[in-house]
């Protein structure tokens, strides 16, 4: 027989429809304007960790690649530069993963952008807006040195990266021995580490390999750290949030570097985004901004194991 139900069941789509409602009223009460981007374009992220889906456009005889978008990111900085103020959006959003219990190919993404706003700000806007949602208490707040030092007892700042290769061997024998410090840490924070986290909390200060998109300044120990932070709810990775880079120049070289990389991996290059290299020559301004999976909060909210509960139709239905 054909499988032809929902994934989710009408209480839990009911409850999504309330929580994008109190969404919107949360940003409408902040004077956040809502706004639409593609979910089509000629161009998509090199990072190294994503993976887009690819989309021949057929144009007359001839045919264009475009990707479906992994994140409105790119658009949303453009519409910044253009002078749109504050922003924010609910968009659907796709990544080349394997499906699991946390993670469907489309899914959807609360992502916003606050003109003039630290990351501290941001943070605290974050912990509100989940606390409007999730009615949870506050929000505890850790460097990501104070997380792996009360964990794993090193500094991921200073640590060596065969000493990091021994460590995460043994925590979680890995036998392996040609990944990147990234890698190794990555690795570490979700399994030795996320599992051990208090209900909700957030981590900053990342190690300045994985700035990505986010402005890179000393921390209080005089380390040179990224600008930027994740929030963590019963263990889960819920937002992505940073200080947002706007220097065009650093952002192309982060754009090459990440091809050098997938190209070592045997992975395919993409172009950098020409239109938002274009943008951030012509100035962004100052901002921060964070990304929050919308159907991860909703998993928290009505307690549900598996994505597919609260999406209406998930990946094995559409």
């Known amino acids: 027989m054909v499988d032809w139900k929902p994934s989710a069941s009408l209480k839990n789509l009911q409850q999504r429809a309330r929580v994008l409602a109190k969404i919107r009223y949360f940003f409408s ?21 994503i993976e887009s889906i690819a989309a021949e456009v057929l144009e007359g005889n001839s045919s264009r690649r475009n990707f479906l978008q992994t994140s409105p990111e790119f658009f949303m900085k453009r519409l910044l530069a253009s002078g749109s103020g504050s922003i924010y959006q609910i968009a659907k959003a796709f990544r080349q993963e394997e499906k699991g219990t946390r993670h469907n190919i489309e899914f959807t993404l609360l992502e916003w952008y606050r003109l003039s706003y630290s990351l501290d700000q941001l943070m605290t806007e974050v912990e509100r807006l989940v606390q409007e949602v999730l009615d949870c208490g506050p929000i505890s707040r850790f460097s990501y040195r104070e997380i792996f030092q009360q964990h794993l007892q090193i500094d991921p700042h200073e640590i060596t990266l065969d000493e990091l290769q021994q460590l995460a061997n043994t925590e979680i024998d890995l036998s ?7 890698d190794y840490l990555q ?25 990505a998109l986010s402005t890179l300044a000393a921390d209080e120990h005089g380390v040179v750290v990224a600008k930027r932070f994740e929030l963590f709810g019963q263990g889960m990775e819920l937002a ?12 192309r070289a982060r754009f090459e570097s990440d091809n050098a990389t997938r ?9 950098a985004d020409e239109k938002l290299i274009a943008a951030l020559e ?28 609260v999406i209406s139709f998930d990946s094995e239905r559409a």
């Open 240 to 251: 992505n949030g940073y200080f947002e880079l706007s220097d065009a120049a650093e952002q």
């Open 29 to 49: 009460e902040r004077d956040v304007l809502e706004v639409e981007t593609p979910l089509l374009a000629s161009s998509t992220v090199p990072d190294v960790y």
């Open 282 to 309: 012509s100035g962004l301004p100052s901002c921060s901004g964070v990304a929050m999976g919308v159907d991860r909060l909703l998993m928290l909210l009505v307690e549900a194991k598996n994505i597919g509960e």
């Open 187 to 211: 690795l570490l924070l979700s399994s030795s580490i996320e599992p051990q986290l208090p209900p909700f909390c957030i981590i900053y200060n990342y190690p300045k390999e994985q700035a």
């Open 263 to 271: 190209k070592e991996k045997g992975l395919q290059i993409h172009d």
């Open 176 to 182: 392996s021995s040609d990944l990147s410090k990234t």
